[in-house]
Structures are given as C-alpha cells and as structure tokens.
C-alpha cells in the first residue's frame, strides 16, 4: 500500500472506549504506516491517551464530541437522536470522502441502521450483509450474514455470494473462490425451498466463483469452501457456537493440564506446540466483521475486544480500502445484471 488512507474510528464505541480503541490504533500504525486516523469521541479523554503514543499523534485528529451511542440503544432510537455521536460522525467521514472506512466497537444494530441510513446499499443488492473470517483446517473462510438479516429469500443469499466471494477475491487474494450455501444436508432434495431457490440461482450466475452447493455445519471447520452463505439468524447461531466451543475447549485444556505434577511437566514439555494452537484459533486474531454491500467501509469489532483485537478490526478495513472492494463490487454487480441465465432464474423464483 503506497497512497495514504484514512480510517475514521469511532472513540467512545466498546465496552473499554476510548483507552483500548486509542491503543488499538497504536498497533495497527506499526503494522500500517501509511495509515492516517480520525478519532470521534471526547477530546478530554482522547488526545492524552493518544500523547502516551507519539508516532500515533504524527497521524492523528481529533473530531469532538460528548454524544455516544450506548451499547443498549434501540437502532430507531439511534437513528432519531444520535446525529452528533461518535458514532454517526465517524459514518458521515466515509460518506462525505474524508474517511476510506470507518471501525466501531459500539452498538451492532445501531451501527448498521445508521450505517444503512447515511451511506445506502450498493445497486443491487438489496440487503447488506455481515461477514467475518473464521478459522478452518486449510486456512480461513469467510462467513455471512451473520446477523443482519433474521430472514431472507433466495436472491438475498444469491447476493450475499456475490459479495462473500468478492470480499474473498480482494481481500484473501482467491483468484476464483469456492461459494456454499448452509444446509441441513449435502442432498439436492434437502432444506427449505428458499434455499434450494439459491442454488438454483447460483448454478445460473456467471461470476468468477465457483459454486460448490449445499455444505454442512461440519464442513465449516473443514475449510470445505471459501465462502459460507446462509440467513442471519442460522449464521449468528453457528457464529456464537464456534465462539463457544473455542472457549470450552481451551478452558478444558487449562483443567486437564492443572490435574496433577505429571500434567503439568507434560504441559511445559509441549508449551510451544499449545502457544501455537492458541495463536491460531485466538478469536482477537480474526476480529472484525464487515458491513457487506454498503456503499461504504464499514468494520464492526467486538465490543468486549482489546488493543490487539482492535487493531485487527482496523487492519480489515484497511485491506478492503487499499483493495478497492467497494468498485470491485460494483463491477461484478453490473456484470451479473448484464446475464440473462440469471434474470430468468430470478423471474422464476420470485
């Protein structure tokens, strides 16, 4: 990345803001020189935090406000009273071409409300999505919607293939990546008629991916495809689960080796092996889900994150404005609404 990016961040959005969204951003400046930042929030709090880290400062403005988001607001509620949060600020930066992108620990359905409200939806593409990377044999896959849309119909999960294999092709460098859609089985005959409608739809798109068809929740581990579709409401039940299972099982292996002397002489035995397992599936390594399909960057971190999960956020918003993904994903939109195979799929289905 040569030219200099700005990314806008909200400040008082997390459950540790503004400290861990400052030290956050002190990481990601070693690792993104190029990177120039906007912070939202209260300048009281914000510039001593940020004077703690000079090289930070070099990049850094300050936008002020004393207005939040909190975390328990009602999306409507936001939208109506929260014009001068840090929150809306940092969404009016992209909108207005001050920001490339924006990332926020603050509120989810707020974020995405105002986010929908200010920058608008892609032609196209009906809904946004929310995608995440999620760790699997082989390497990483991309996961959406994970929540943003409870229901769907099948030319939304049409479109959220679209966008999960464009976000795959830009940011994971996929030259032509391999798309599922979650089902209850592998079997043509399987699942709900909404999603045998998009794999119809699907087996009609003439887009550089490749569509597998139907996958499992076990080939999610497996890195059976690179981009898992599914509704939202099925995608942040499998999320949480993932999430879940991670912490069971590090939490059994923590007891297991805690048992006796010869447990733990076997743990320090093996102390390099574990610190590279724990690396691999530590969840602050892939935080950082993506508002797909908006005319505009938008990264959600964990609320609860640290400096060093944070700092992954912004390195995803980061990777998709210096990949141009909002463009890359016009032009696939546009080519897709040239082809007549999949406008008659459509036509039948709806």
């Known amino acids: 990345m040569s030219a200099r990016l700005t990314i806008a961040l909200d400040a008082m959005g997390g459950d540790h803001a503004p400290e861990i ?5 002190a990481i990601a400046r070693r690792r993104f020189p190029q990177v120039d930042f906007l912070f939202f929030g209260d300048q009281a709090r914000i510039d001593p935090l940020i004077d703690e880290h000079p090289k930070l400062r070099r990049v850094s403005t300050v936008r002020h406000t004393d207005m939040a988001v909190s975390a328990h607001e009602r999306p409507s509620i936001a939208l109506r009273r929260g014009q001068k949060t840090s929150m809306q600020l940092a969404i009016n930066a992209v909108r207005d071409g001050e920001a ?4 926020s620990a603050g509120n989810t359905g707020a974020l995405m409300a105002m986010s929908k409200v200010t920058l608008k939806t892609l032609p196209g593409i009906d809904r946004p999505a ?41 940011v994971l460098g996929l030259k032509r990546p391999t798309v599922g859609l979650l089902n209850v089985g592998a079997e043509e005959i399987k699942g709900r008629d909404m999603v045998k409608q998009a794999a119809t739809l699907f087996r009609n798109v003439n887009l550089p991916f490749t569509f597998h ?6 080939d999610i581990g497996t890195g059976a495809v690179d981009v898992f579709v599914v509704d939202g409401f099925t995608g942040n039940v499998v999320l949480k689960s993932i999430e879940g299972t991670v912490r069971l099982y590090t939490d059994f292996l923590r007891r297991s080796f805690r048992n006796s002397l010869v447990t733990k002489l076997s743990y320090l035995l093996a102390r390099g092996a574990f610190k590279q397992m724990r690396a691999r599936i530590d969840p602050r390594r892939y935080n950082g889900a993506t508002f797909l ?3 505009g960057i938008v990264v959600k971190s964990h609320g609860g994150a640290d400096a060093f999960g944070f700092a992954n956020a912004i390195g995803v918003a980061v990777d998709m404005a210096a990949n141009g993904i909002i463009e ?18 459509q036509a039948a289905v709806s």
Do not use: H, K, W
């Not at 969204?21 to 951003?25: D, L, N, T, Y």
């Not at 490339?100 to 990332?103: I, K, N, R, Y």
């Not at 068809?213 to 076990?218: A, L, Q």
């Open 21 to 25: 969204v400052i030290s956050g951003a």
């Open 100 to 103: 490339a992108g924006l990332v």
């Open 130 to 170: 929310i995608a995440a990377y999620v760790p699997t044999q082989v390497g990483e896959s991309v996961l959406l919607d994970l929540g943003a849309n409870v229901e769907c119909d099948a030319n939304n999960l049409l479109q959220f293939g679209m966008l999960g294999a464009a976000f795959a092709r830009t």
């Open 213 to 218: 068809g139907f996958v499992e929740g076990d």
């Open 293 to 295: 399909g908006l005319n």
């Open 328 to 345: 890359f994903i016009m032009r696939e939109l546009e080519q897709s609404a040239e082809d007549p195979l999949l406008t008659s799929a």
